[in-house]
């Protein structure tokens, strides 16, 4: 699966990408919607290299592109990034070969394609492409085990959960991009000890630290993917913060699940880092022993040879004094994706097996991904025991849950003996109060 | 509410809008999408009155509307029922007048519109606009009642339910029209003496009797509707199949609600009816005595006056040896929307109570509508008591859950002392078997 796209020695014209510690080298290309920035303009489709924005529609029109790149890049270059996943994995992997041909330090088209850069920090960030679908996973054991226990002290992970890739349908429409400003969630729960519910703003606001995984083509209603289509299928990945008012959850979610706890808004990181550019850091996939082995439909050679991925995940506040005090956000945790129990692949076989049709485009989070240990919870919920014992900030702030102002702060690496590190770029939201007129 | 619309001495030059027991009289006048069968043309946007369709791309090039109309027309001229919803109550209200009248006997517009019909057995119809996203609820306190007693025969009812619509989060893309044909899910199970989960056909697929709501303007994000814009925004209704793979559901369903047991497909009859059609058919909303009354953000005068849809329900089947013997459906249950536990204004006024931004045609499901006896399931799970109870039909087959070529009916229809009866038009759907190569 690695070619020479992959290769360390390559270097890009464009200085920032060989910046150490950039997330956006040659070797990710990942992409994204975005507008100079207060333009008013109709977005458009870019790809990320170091600190810049290669404009697809201009790079479209200054040529040099051979017949077939110069039709992959037709949607991209009127800012249609579903019609491009359409295309399938060939356009794919084709139009990163000619990106990173193109972009390489010594290409001839430096000469044309160098107008066609835009500063990331002069542009405006979208969500990258139209979400038709979005189904989040449960696929982070460790969250799903220490959420689990309390409630079920005794028997923290359900009979289900080793077998099935657990989910459900999310909201869509309020899904924002990185720098997603979010109301506090007005709504109705019930403490323990009370008669009745109560209206009002939430009182337990928590982030969730999620991958959010882009279709590819998809299938056709009543034909299920299966492993090995759905290994080539999906596009690529991104940073989602799946924001939690665990009050109305508590309250809300049976037995249809967790519903208004959830859709007031969900964060992405704005660049989808393609599947061929994650391509160095896949792993075997392996359960744990003594631990049931996937279903058939859920197996195959290629997803226990390279089914995982390594992809460094951290979570980091800054609240709203941090600011004032020109500190810097906090890092909270870490974990790593590679923790999940369930792989990408398994999640568009399962999740078309029924017959279900995917669409280009559609977005299936991962669930949260926490680590194995106390330290590494993927949201306060885990790292506070339920709100029982708050972190202490540098600062000496205490958190047991989100205050206004605070920025929540995902990141994403990826790093492998051998191959040049990428990043996912940061996925920022700010808690704003709740809106006054409603909280009566 | 009403006005001269409803009036019952109106009458169509559309000579079928008069005939007996149709669904579609001049006071109706719901809106669809469809093209003339076999066309392959671009889907168009009309009205159904009678047996005929009135093409609105048509009829707007006939002319004789005034400016306003003209401008309200021109969405749907594009086949984009959508923008028409987002224009909001008055557009919606402002056509249906001059639909009305254009559509009256005796009206100068017949000589220019006649030739803008379309016979509704020659057209195909399509889902009627782009569905963003689409929530089920589940309003149906008998249904969940007896569903409950199936798994909690002392505590049937969850504590929340009187407090909370609850609802969740549905699969838009296979959403279909009447007249789908659905393959039979493949699925993971487990029987409850089974030690580990089987892979194969759905063994206990059953439908459900549900409305779907489409949603008007809808609200910004973080900018809740509260129930007087809710009232006037919603824009109409139809029938909503949300065929269930039982033994799926039983397994997955736990922690984050149903998921593959439901995603599989679920069928739209083809006509919206809108809010105002239904005027007449308003009725007082109570809460049986002793319960709960609805929490502020959930109550208004005008949902205490008239927030109830009194609209008869039926289910009828029609297995495939039915169609060998030339037997029609036979009708298997009736209930009344009337006996939802939340009105449709409460659905939207508790969905974006969190902030949840609503879109023009988003889709919202009752939940399944039972009648409060037995024999009122709104379900095979309920009718044979979770498949224990065999149904008879009156052809001597036997039915606990669907077999494959049988074909559900859903219809619905509204009468009133001095009103005009009006109909939804028919939801079928039909059941086709497993896909072979998936359920080795």
Redesign the interface.
Same mark, same amino acid.
């Given at each position: 699966m690695l070619d020479f796209t992959h290769d360390p020695a390559r270097q890009s014209w464009v200085d920032s990408a060989q910046a150490p510690g950039t997330d956006f080298p040659l070797q990710n290309l990942p992409f994204g919607r975005f507008r100079r920035a207060g333009s008013g303009q109709a977005l458009r489709m870019g790809v990320a290299i170091g600190d810049q924005i290669l404009d697809l529609a201009a790079a479209r029109v200054a040529g040099g592109w051979t017949e077939a790149e110069a039709a992959w890049l037709q949607p991209l270059a009127r800012g249609d990034l579903n019609a491009f996943m359409a295309q399938g994995p060939v356009a794919r992997r084709g139009l990163r070969h000619a990106l990173s041909r193109a972009l390489e330090a010594g290409s001839p088209a430096q000469a044309r394609l160098a107008a066609c850069l835009l500063p990331q920090d002069q542009a405006e960030m979208a969500v990258p492409c139209h979400i038709?679908?979005y189904?989040?996973f449960?696929t982070g054991i460790h969250h799903a085990t220490t959420v689990g226990k309390l409630f079920r002290p005794d028997n923290p992970l359900?009979p289900?959960y080793k077998?099935?890739p657990?989910?459900?349908?999310?909201?869509?429409? %309020?899904i @924002?991009v990185s720098g997603q400003q979010?109301?506090r969630?007005?709504?109705?729960f019930?403490a323990p000890d009370a008669a009745?519910?109560s209206?009002g703003p939430c009182q337990r606001l928590d982030w969730e630290l999620e991958m959010g995984v882009f279709v590819g083509q998809g299938n056709a209603?009543?034909?299920?993917l299966g492993m090995d289509r759905a290994e080539e299928d999906w596009f690529g990945l991104c940073l989602l913060n799946d924001w939690s008012?665990r009050d109305?959850q508590a309250?809300?979610?049976?037995?249809?699940?967790?519903?208004?706890?959830k %859709?007031? @808004?969900s964060t992405l990181s704005p660049w989808i880092v393609t599947q061929e550019a994650l391509a160095p850091f896949r792993r075997p996939f392996t359960r744990p022993e003594g631990d049931?082995q996937p279903?058939?439909?859920l197996d195959s050679a290629a997803n226990r040879a390279h089914g995982a991925l390594d992809i460094t995940l951290s979570v980091a506040l800054q609240t709203a004094a941090m600011r004032e005090q020109g500190l810097p956000p906090q890092v909270l945790m870490h974990s790593n994706a590679g923790d999940a129990y369930w792989t990408v692949a398994q999640l568009l076989a399962?999740?078309s097996?029924?017959?279900?049709?995917?669409?280009p485009g559609?977005l299936l989070g991962s669930g949260t991904l926490s680590g194995p240990t106390p330290a590494q919870g993927g949201s306060l919920l885990e790292l506070t025991l339920g709100g029982k014992q708050p972190l202490t900030l540098a600062n000496g702030e205490q958190r047991c849950f989100l205050q206004d102002g605070d920025t929540v702060v995902l990141r994403g690496r990826c790093e492998a003996p051998g191959a040049v590190a990428i990043g996912l770029g940061p996925c920022l939201g700010t808690v704003?109060p709740a809106?006054h007129a409603?909280s009566a």
């Open positions: 038709g679908d189904t989040d449960y359900l289900n077998w099935v657990i989910g459900y349908h999310g909201r869509c429409s %309020s @924002g979010l109301r969630p007005i709504g109705q019930k009745v519910p209206y209603l009543g034909e299920p008012a109305v309250w809300e979610y049976q037995p249809l699940g967790p519903f208004l706890s %859709s007031f @808004g049931p279903l058939p439909y399962h999740h097996s029924n017959g279900c049709n995917l669409q559609d704003l809106r409603e």
